[in-house]
């Protein structure tokens, strides 16, 4: 089944404890992308990656890290959490032609308290 | 700077048609998107059209895209409960060879039985 996976779905940490949301996607697709869902706001894009050691910053970038090594997998990782990185964050991911339809994980619901 | 905006909330009664309206700043925009999100699930493509286009029907579904004005709309028609989600409108940006999104605050939308 084609998909994309995040893991984890649900995380509770304290202030500055780094963490990683995995992301990985079984559709060969070149663009994958993060973005954070908080209310009123809408989703905004953290990073993107058009292929294989290929990053680019969204629109939130600060205090995130990603890493794209691999084809299928695309983690984030915040080394330094903070309470306002609190929100529900996705993984999606694209072929990188225009138009195209991008896929979207679960999510993970991310607390720091 | 690129931003999109949507209303908030919309309540229709089942069998009504449903009208969701987006502007966009971006004139560079490619694509014109618009997503659904269910109740705890990532979000899924409904349908989308490209900026030189005007309308584009899919079953029950209208999009009308006003170019000069920067306004996108979504129409469902004969609305059901299961139409109850939260729907993001969507612009995509290519710049340099990359693609970049900014997505709605999205908008609520309750079908009432």
């Known amino acids: 089944e084609a998909q994309v996976t995040q893991n984890p779905r649900y995380l509770i940490t304290v202030t500055g404890k780094k963490l990683t949301v995995t992301c990985s996607q079984n559709?060969?697709?070149?663009?994958m992308s993060w973005y954070r869902q908080d209310p009123g706001l809408g989703l905004r894009q953290i990073y993107y990656?058009?292929?294989?050691?290929?990053?680019d910053k969204g629109d939130v970038p600060e205090g995130y890290k990603v890493s794209r090594k691999e084809k299928r997998n695309f983690p984030l990782i915040l080394e330094s959490p903070s309470p306002n990185q609190t929100s529900l964050y996705f993984c999606?991911?694209?072929?990188?032609?225009?138009?195209?339809?991008?896929?979207f994980g679960p999510g993970t619901r991310l607390t720091v308290t | 700077g690129e931003d999109v905006e949507q209303s908030l909330f919309l309540s229709v009664r089942e069998g009504d048609s449903s009208v969701i309206n987006c502007t966009y700043t971006?004139?560079?925009?490619?694509?014109l998107y618009w997503y659904k999100q269910e109740p705890g699930a990532g979000l899924q493509l409904l349908t989308y059209?490209?900026?030189?286009?005007d309308m584009k029907q899919d079953q029950r579904l209208t999009v009308l895209l006003n170019k000069k004005d920067k306004h996108l709309s979504l129409r469902i028609a004969d609305t059901q409960t299961g139409d109850s989600a939260i729907y993001f409108c969507?612009?995509?940006?290519?710049?340099?060879?990359?693609?970049?999104?900014?997505f709605g605050t999205g908008t609520r939308l309750k079908v009432l039985a």
């Open positions: 990656s058009m292929n294989v050691e290929v990053t």
């Open positions: 059209i490209f900026s030189n286009m």
């Open positions: 999606a991911s694209s072929l990188a032609k225009r138009g195209n339809e991008q896929y």
């Open positions: 971006d004139s560079s925009s490619t694509y």
């Open positions: 559709m060969n697709h070149e663009y």
């Open positions: 969507a612009e995509s940006m290519e710049t340099s060879g990359t693609y970049k999104y900014i």
